[in-house]
């Protein structure tokens, strides 16, 4: 059975540690596991006024958010939490009251820094939020990572880090398959 995994990056700058390191770990999915990543960039702030009237871009992460079995979110930390655009689009996927399209979804949580701590803070303060919108989440496979020369060479996840990132990849595709 084919798998969909909506990836989810927090950062939107053009040369993101983060973006790069999930093109590079979508990689190691296997052959029948399916890689979209979501688009975050271009959503409106989220205003409650708009539950009813979402706008076009709103209702393209609900949809793609719908036809995922399960979401990889990667995220830069900023101020020892998650970025404000992550923040943004998992209030509109979860919104009107009732209606979140995130309910249900496994999901892990994965993240680099240039700090020696990764992005721990960012992904427990995530964590937390996926706890809220009932997204079973990953559990005992953390990836907290510092952002070095090596990780991602040639757009792959460099040898000293392969084997860690491939174990989690794994662990996390074995989950949404149990899920699913």
């Known amino acids: 059975m084919g798998l969909n995994i909506a990836v989810v990056v927090g950062s939107i700058r053009k ?14 999915f296997p052959a029948d596991v399916t890689v979209k990543f979501i688009r975050i960039d271009d959503l409106p702030l989220y205003s409650q006024d708009d539950d009813g009237n979402a706008a076009p871009q709103v209702a393209r992460l609900r949809e793609e958010i719908k036809a ?24 509109h996927a979860s919104r009107p009251w009732g209606k979140s399209v995130w309910a249900g979804k496994p999901a892990a949580v994965a993240g680099v820094s240039v700090g020696a701590i990764g992005t721990a803070m960012a992904q427990q303060h995530l964590r937390n939020v996926t706890a809220y919108l009932a997204m079973p989440t990953l559990a005992g496979n953390e990836m907290f990572i510092q952002w070095k020369e090596g990780l991602v060479e040639n757009g792959e996840i460099g040898p000293n880090s392969k084997e860690f990132v491939q174990g989690f990849v794994n662990a996390f595709t074995a989950w949404v398959k149990k899920a699913a």
Do not use: H
Request: proline letters at 5%; aromatic letters at 10%; glycine letters at 6%.
């Open 15 to 28: 040369e993101s540690f983060n973006r790069q390191f999930a093109e590079a770990l979508a990689k190691l």
């Open 68 to 91: 995922a079995d399960g979401v990889l979110f990667v995220t830069p930390e900023y101020n020892r939490s998650i970025p404000g655009v992550l923040k943004n689009a998992i209030d």
